[in-house]
């Protein structure tokens, strides 16, 4: 039953905030971009394929005369050809029978037809993947896993509709955020957890250790002079956007975002590491509680800082190599930008996640035991 009411609640929580009438509003409302014409093919032939030296290069470069056939769009059914490699590239990809590709369609001030390959079509591939990643989690964790795919939807339903709009919009990033992060807890947390003492713990801690994150995040962005032009998507998104948008702020706004699903692992691991030392040990003060939860949550936070580090590291490898055989100092790499960015966003979040240990801890210790004690007044 209580698995009933946490799926019931949270879907009243979320049929209120998210109204069908408010929902066609907003998607009504959000800008409309012209998108140029593509189309989806398939390489049937390789009529043509060697290796060419452009002027004033000293490497060769593959050029590839294919012929495609058209699976999508205007020109369906439709053989064209199109040259791969005509113009000097630093990023020489060779296309192979069968290949599915997408293909923009243009045409020049003359009228004659321009084709060109801009990426490979891989949707196939990554609905594969997610069915993978779908069976498995119901298939281990059975209703549990189904519920928190149903959270996962929900998450990811809040930030298409709600936040990224409002960012579009140009409202505040790390308002809209935080507004977002108060909506994705306590439905994704009941749903994935279901409605008790356990995840009503976990939901104070992980809003305590965000509003935390939200400080240092805002303190040190701004102490750091960063500006959140370093990557090339922000300096396209500005000009795109005429101004509209508070890069800055959109900065803060993915720190938040960021540490958010990562706090949802460690609150309630602790919470439930309190709730269950309580029950193995009924009479137990709370100086012993806290002790011993924490105990456990040390050993979380050291495989936790580990584990954030090599993701990082996974995710920034293009980054690392500015420190590999550069002959700019040490000193002179780390004020770039770029990596100061990458810096504050580790480090703020991973105090955030650090905090969120003794925060929950504390708080879960108080709940239980209080709880025990009024329900043996009563």
């Not at 060769?60 to 495609?68: G, H, S, V």
């Not at 935080?178 to 008790?196: E, Q, T």
């Not at 805002?218 to 005429?242: D, H, I, M, P, W």
Request: aromatic share 10%.
């Amino acid at each position: 039953m209580k698995l009933f009411y946490s799926i019931l609640i949270s879907l009243i929580y979320f049929a209120f905030l998210y109204s069908p009438k408010h929902l066609l509003a907003q998607i009504e409302t959000m800008p409309t971009i012209a998108q140029p014409i593509t189309l989806e093919a398939i390489v049937n032939k390789i009529i043509e394929e060697k290796e060419v030296k452009f002027a004033g290069s000293q490497n060769y470069q593959l050029y590839q005369k294919l012929e495609l056939i058209v699976t999508k769009g205007t020109l369906k059914n439709q053989k064209i050809i199109l040259e791969n490699g005509k113009l000097p590239t630093s990023n020489s990809i060779q296309y192979q029978t069968g290949d599915k590709v997408i293909v923009m369609y243009d045409k020049d001030i003359n009228g004659n037809e321009i084709f060109y390959i801009t990426d490979f079509i891989r949707r196939d591939v990554l609905f594969f993947l997610f069915l993978i990643f779908i069976t498995c989690t119901i298939a281990i964790a059975k209703w549990r896993g189904l519920l928190s795919l149903i959270g996962m939807a929900v998450s990811f339903l809040i930030i298409f509709v709600f936040l990224l709009p409002q960012i579009a919009s140009g409202a505040n990033p790390v308002l809209i955020a935080v507004l977002s992060s108060l909506l994705i807890i306590p439905i994704s947390f009941f749903l994935s957890h279901g409605f008790n003492k356990k995840t009503l713990v976990a939901i104070a801690g992980t809003l305590i250790s965000l509003i935390i994150t939200g400080i240092l995040a805002n303190l040190f962005v701004s102490e750091s002079r960063l500006t959140g032009f370093a990557s090339e998507e922000a300096s396209f998104l500005q000009a795109a956007k005429q101004g509209t948008i508070n890069i800055q702020g959109l900065l803060l706004a993915g720190i938040i975002i960021g540490v958010l699903g990562v706090l949802d692992d460690i609150t309630i691991s602790q919470s439930a590491i309190v709730f269950q030392l309580k029950a193995t040990k009924n009479k137990i003060q709370f100086g012993d509680l806290y002790t011993k939860a924490m105990n456990i949550g040390r050993d979380h936070i050291s495989s936790m800082v580990n584990t954030l580090i090599l993701v990082y590291a996974g995710a920034a490898l293009p980054l690392l190599l500015l420190f590999i055989d550069n002959p700019h100092p040490f000193s002179e790499i780390v004020n770039y930008e770029i990596i100061a960015d990458e810096i504050v966003r580790t480090l703020v979040g991973s105090i955030g996640l650090i905090l969120a240990v003794p925060i929950t801890t504390f708080i879960a210790t108080w709940v239980a035991l209080k709880w025990n004690h009024d329900a043996s007044k009563s």
